[in-house]
């Protein structure tokens, strides 16, 4: 495993001593500016980042923590990022947010950006399955938080701090819902598949229909990214077919706005005709009218925890703490599978 660049290295290959790195990287006097942008330029080169951690043991705190996300215009993360702020308010932190438009390059820059900006820590909800973000955020001792997704990798996931949702358990209330109201031809409207979120849920929805002896057809379990365009996309083609589903399980509630369009516009009746399921349970999914059944989780909880948590690490409250939230999820009924005209069928 690579070591982390140091001061040391700079000086060298700088060819100047390690003082005169340090004078340059903290904009001290003593330097030329023509010198200091010179070893400025080799440290961003070279992946040079200041040891945050130490400076936080001697005080030198920003009071700044990053928080990346996803997509801001969707709801789960404007409700995530408000626990957030409300915790880091709270504390006297300032808050900067990123937001990738689900561009893993993006989550690069923006870690980097983060870091050379000399956040204290930060809070990370845009992981997927195999991210080398977190692999070089934990090797180099950086103060940091999961939210929401967590990378595949048990070797490296056992040793981070983390708060998440029971995502098995809300792919299979969701699968077990619309079998007991009588549906048998299920169609699965998947988050991303690169991702911990996307894969879990879609393993307890399985897991589900296997229990339940539910034939699992795999062209009805598609990838749409949480984009609620591609679910629209997707609800369309479905629709079109000889044999079309019976009800929509959408991985969130997004996406289940997008389905609800595509219904609609096919001149279909929900819960009626189709029966439709959503996951997150945002403010739009209990208005009159949409009504949507869908598996909740308080998201704004989940940034108060990874906010609490990460400042207590940078304050060393948690130096030696390994903090793994597992939230529970439930199933909350509305009108959108139809359980009220129809109940359960036993």
Same mark, same amino acid.
């Given at each position: ?13 700088? +060819?100047?001593?390690?003082?005169? =790195? ?11 500016? +023509? ?24 005080? +030198? ?72 973000? =977190? ?212």
């Amino acid at each position: 495993m690579a070591q982390r660049p140091t001061i040391k290295d700079i000086a060298r290959i700088g +060819k100047v001593s390690p003082t005169a =790195v340090s004078m340059a990287l903290n904009d001290r006097p003593g330097v030329s500016e +023509k010198t200091k942008k010179r070893i400025r330029k080799i440290a961003k080169n070279i992946g040079y980042y200041p040891n945050y951690a130490a400076r936080t043991l001697i005080g +030198k705190c920003s009071k700044t923590i990053g928080l990346i996300v996803c997509n801001i215009a969707d709801p789960f993360y404007t409700e995530l990022a408000s626990g957030v702020e409300r915790i880091t308010n709270e504390n006297g932190y300032s808050l900067i947010l990123c937001n990738t438009n689900w561009s893993l390059d993006a989550e690069h820059q923006f870690i980097d950006v983060l870091r050379a900006r000399g956040v204290d820590g930060i809070i990370l909800a845009t992981v997927q399955k195999n991210d080398a973000c =977190v692999q070089a955020l934990a090797q180099d001792h950086f103060p940091f938080v999961l939210v929401n997704r967590l990378p595949m990798v048990p070797s490296l996931t056992n040793k981070l701090d983390y708060v998440v949702q029971d995502n098995f358990s809300g792919g299979y209330l969701g699968v077990e819902h619309l079998y007991r109201l009588g549906h048998d031809r299920i169609a699965i409207i998947g988050g991303d598949f690169n991702t911990s979120t996307g894969l879990r849920k879609a393993d307890g929805a399985r897991k589900a229909m296997n229990d339940f002896g539910l034939r699992v057809d795999a062209k009805l379990v598609v990838d749409c990214g949480y984009s609620r365009k591609k679910a629209y996309k997707t609800a369309k083609e479905f629709l079109a077919i000889k044999k079309r589903p019976t009800a929509f399980f959408c991985h969130d509630d997004n996406m289940a706005l997008g389905v609800r369009e595509a219904i609609l516009e096919k001149g279909l009746k929900i819960p009626d005709d189709i029966a439709l399921m959503g996951f997150d349970d945002i403010d739009t999914a209990s208005l009159t009218g949409i009504d949507l059944t869908t598996i909740a989780h308080n998201t704004a909880d989940m940034g108060e925890m990874g906010a609490r948590i990460l400042i207590d690490k940078i304050e060393g409250v948690r130096h030696h703490m390994i903090s793994k939230v597992v939230l529970e999820v439930k199933l909350v009924i509305r009108k959108s599978c139809g359980y009220q005209l129809h109940g359960y069928v036993r």
